[in-house]
């Protein structure tokens, strides 16, 4: 008669309690090993990303420090009329070359193709520019 029963370590039907343990330990080890892997990669990929994200943030950082300031502005009269808000300027616009239609236009067509709203954006200067 032909037993199917038979442990591959010794040959029996059931394991001893101290290769039991041995194995689960060792498969508890294994999991824990895998898991120590996993928690040290993404340290190391957090710590890749951010730093990346840091230098990203430090080459934006003289572009968009004048667009800061409007918004900032901007939530401190929640309270007040709407006549107020509609009396909002964030700073002067020079204009050269381009009357103050033209300019309205242009200030409606960058908010409009960006997507961003016309009381977010700051504008500084609008220059004609000719075509030779």
Do not use: R, Y
């Not at 029963?5 to 101290?18: E, R």
């Not at 898991?35 to 990929?45: E, G, P, Q, R, V």
């Not at 997507?115 to 954006?121: A, C, F, T």
Request: proline share 7%.
């Amino acid at each position: 008669m032909t037993n199917f029963n038979v442990n591959l370590l010794t040959g029996t039907d059931q394991a001893s309690l101290p290769e039991a343990l041995a194995v689960a330990g060792f498969t508890i080890a294994v999991v824990f090993g895998v898991l120590l892997l996993i928690c040290i990669a993404i340290k190391i990929f957090s710590a890749i990303f951010g730093a990346i994200d840091k230098i990203s943030s430090k080459k934006e950082a003289p572009a968009a420090s004048p667009a800061p300031s409007a918004p900032a502005a901007a939530p401190a009269a929640p309270a007040a009329p709407a006549a107020e808000e509609e009396e909002f300027s964030s700073g002067t616009l020079k204009l050269k070359g381009c009357d103050e239609k033209t300019a309205a236009m242009i200030m409606a067509i960058v908010s409009d193709n960006t997507g961003i709203p016309l009381s977010e954006l700051v504008f500084k200067s609008i220059t004609l520019v000719e075509n030779k």
